[in-house]
């Protein structure tokens, strides 16, 4: 079993950064590709980024892609989403999961372990 934690959301204003973190816990983190997904009200949860076990390899979503960053620290068991350039449509509630493989444009279902999300909020 893996835990995962998010933490790091909160309101910002349109063009505004925060940096979100997921904290895992249990089986060995370097293990795994960590991915970030976000649920905007109403709307699917969708991919946004995947970074492979080793940080070397990451995939975004065409709508984050140059104002996002993923990122990991092994030594911490912590993965990393830094947002830049915020807009109102990238408010959602993110979600950190952990898989195995590594996916360029995974789907909810492929994923093995998830954290309980936290919002982000972004005023225009």
């Known amino acids: 079993q893996v835990q995962l934690v998010e933490s790091g959301g909160g309101l910002v204003q349109a063009g505004g950064s925060l940096r979100l973190s997921c904290a895992a816990s249990?089986?060995?983190?370097?293990?795994?590709?960590m991915y970030w997904f976000r649920q905007a009200p109403g709307k699917e949860r969708e991919f946004v980024a995947a970074i492979d076990w080793s940080g070397g390899n990451t995939y975004y979503a065409d709508s984050v892609k140059g104002r996002f960053t993923i990122s990991r620290d092994n030594a911490k068991n912590t993965a990393y989403l830094q947002m830049n350039s915020l807009k109102p449509e990238d408010t959602a509630v993110y979600y950190c999961?952990?898989?195995?493989?590594?996916?360029?444009?995974?789907?909810?279902?492929?994923?093995?372990?998830w954290g309980k999300g936290t919002l982000v909020t972004v005023s225009s």
């Open positions: 999961a952990a898989d195995r493989p590594f996916y360029r444009g995974a789907s909810p279902s492929d994923m093995d372990y």
């Open positions: 249990g089986r060995t983190f370097s293990y795994y590709s």
